[in-house]
């Protein structure tokens, strides 16, 4: 039962017997501050406490105040109101007598900003830990460390802080200052992380020049990127010999041949039954960087340079190998298996081997680019 002073009435009993709460005619509003004894140290020195109010909740006894130290107070809790918030002002209270929560007048009600808001202990770890990265990105710059590295540190710390904040509620804020790592483990770990970074560095340094070296392989001429000597690629055929027969004829690129005028690259090709007639551009060759010449059957140094033969000629000769009859039923990798038709011909596997179906493991496949 609640009872206003004004109206009279008894301080602890009604007169029915029953207990009341008379209330003081004084109220308790967000971003007040008060004063109170903690529950853990009783009326000593050690246990007095000043926190700001955050959050009201008169309709909840066992947490009616909510502070800024992330303390939470009961109804029947005796506090001390100290200062009161007027427009964002705290103003002193002279002399204010200590009472239970539950005599002053309450308002549900909050500070705002107070889902984000930080505790007091945390706020001031924060403050504590900027200090020392301060001082260690100083000492980086000093030494020559790397400064990135120091800040790195000093987040990851922060959202370990933040993950574990209600750890670090519960202990004093010396005591918390005092557990800070030391500087000569902060610089065992700067220069371990330094020697890392230095390894990372070099190896993608290494990975870098390795990439340029393949794309600049005889790359001699300013014309742009070409197909290096020695590529096997497929050469395709016109549309009426597609028509008739093989589509991709397995080729080697064997020179290559620069026009400055024209700024254009051709290049000589061979086949299996010999080298080809004429020269061709990059948009009639598909490269199949999984063939060898040892595999398709050529043999470039055993042929006779003036001995050429036409692309018709080529493939006349290659239909004979690469039509539907000689297609192979394989499940595997053609180009290691020794009873697979298409090895054994030196040929190219077509839509009609495997089965029809499609065989990933297969190395005798075209690769459209």
């Given amino acids: 039962m609640i009872r206003d002073r004004n109206h009279g009435g008894s301080d602890s009993e009604s007169d029915s017997g029953k207990s009341v709460t008379i209330l003081c005619g004084e109220p308790i509003n967000p971003g007040d501050m008060i004063f109170y004894y903690h529950e853990a140290f009783g009326a000593r020195p050690i246990g007095e406490r000043y926190a700001t109010v955050v959050e009201i909740n008169p309709d909840y006894r066992p947490k009616m105040l909510t502070l800024d130290n992330m303390d939470v107070l009961a109804h029947n809790y005796r506090i ?25 007048i309450l ?76 500087e000569n483990e902060y610089m065992k770990l700067y220069s371990e992380k330094s020697k890392q970074r230095k390894a990372l560095e070099n190896m993608a340094a290494a990975g870098q020049k390795k990439q340029a070296d393949d794309v600049n392989r005889d790359r001699t001429w300013g014309g ?30 064997v020179k290559l041949i620069y026009y400055k005028n024209s700024d254009s690259i051709r290049y000589q090709l061979c086949c299996k039954e010999g080298v080809l007639k004429g020269t061709y551009g990059r948009n009639e060759l598909n490269e199949q960087a999984h063939l060898n010449p040892e595999l398709m059957g ?13 692309p018709s000629e080529a493939h006349e000769k290659y239909l004979d190998i690469g039509g539907k009859n000689k297609s192979c039923r394989c499940r595997t990798d053609c180009s290691k298996s020794k009873s697979c ?7 190219l596997c077509n839509k009609y081997c495997h089965k029809r179906e499609e065989n990933l493991l297969c190395k005798l496949c075209v690769v459209s680019e």
């Fill in 107 to 182: 308002k549900k009600g909050s500070l705002p900003g107070k889902k984000n808001r930080k505790s007091l202990l945390a706020q001031q770890l924060e403050r504590a830990q900027k200090r020392f990265s301060d001082q260690y990105v100083q000492y980086a710059e000093k030494e020559g460390y790397p400064v990135d590295l120091v800040r790195n540190v000093y987040n990851s710390t922060l959202e370990r802080a933040d993950s574990t904040e209600s750890e670090y509620e519960t202990v004093n804020s010396k005591e918390s200052e005092g557990t800070s790592i030391s």
């Fill in 341 to 347: 038709k298409c090895r054994k011909y030196g040929k």
């Fill in 80 to 104: 001390r109101r100290v200062k009161k918030n007027n427009n964002g002002i705290l103003q002193d209270i002279p002399d204010a007598p200590s009472r239970e929560i539950r005599e002053f």
């Fill in 224 to 253: 742009g990127e070409h197909l290096p000597k020695g590529t096997m690629c497929t050469l395709t055929l016109t549309k009426d010999k597609a028509k008739l027969g093989i589509k991709d004829l397995p080729v080697q690129i």
């Fill in 298 to 310: 050529i043999n470039y140094q055993k042929m006779k340079v003036k001995d050429t033969i036409t």
